[in-house]
């Protein structure tokens, strides 16, 4: 089992150290053909539209197609906004991966950034989380499944084989979200 990690900008050394730390191999994600023979795919935070913009290179194109055939993807921050059916302000959505809409930078500027801790369905309680320019989900399809909320907003679920957060978990040391979605990827392998 190996889960790449995009790494067009964002938090993937953090990513990927959070994944070490559980034994996990990893790869780097740039092109298309380091999609090849993974288990599964972090979307690391970052800015969207760049991150977007990069992956037009075909690589957003075999994101769409392996969403659809439910490969593990995990989205934190900027990659919940790729892989949400939904984004605020836009026409459509990048990849369409889980069905939820998003409003983007809803908790504000840089400058109100925040850490706090969740308690989150299925991995425990007290999870810390680092919020930065982080979305919120607004809207949530039926058969999605919101694992964690923090204010009366969404900002963790589920839906099949994707997984997404509004925050970043990759920032703690705290990996049992990681752990959560290598369990994901080990179902979706067996």
Do not use: W
């Not at 970052?46 to 995990?74: C, D, H, K, V």
């Amino acid at each position: 089992m190996i889960i790449g990690v995009l790494a067009l900008q964002g938090a993937v050394r953090e990513h990927v150290a959070s994944l070490s730390r559980l034994d996990v191999p990893t790869r780097l994600v740039k092109r298309e053909e380091d999609l090849d023979g993974l288990s599964g795919l972090v979307l690391p935070g970052g800015e969207s539209t760049a991150i977007a913009l990069l992956a037009e290179t075909g690589l957003l194109e075999r994101l769409q197609t392996y969403a659809r055939n439910g490969f593990p993807m995990f989205g934190t921050c900027a990659g919940m906004i790729l892989l949400a059916a939904e984004v605020e302000g836009r026409n459509d959505g990048y990849i369409g991966a889980i069905d939820i809409a998003v409003a983007r930078n809803a908790t504000g500027r840089q400058v109100n950034s925040f850490e706090t801790t969740l308690d989150i369905e299925d991995i425990g309680e007290r999870v810390p989380a680092v919020f930065i320019r982080a979305p919120y989900i607004t809207r949530c399809g039926s058969t999605v499944r919101m694992m964690a909320s923090h204010e009366g907003r969404g900002v963790m679920a589920r839906q099949g084989s994707t997984l997404v957060t509004s925050f970043h978990p990759e920032l703690t040391e705290d990996t049992r979200i990681h752990e959560y979605f290598v369990g994901m990827v080990k179902e979706f392998v067996n």
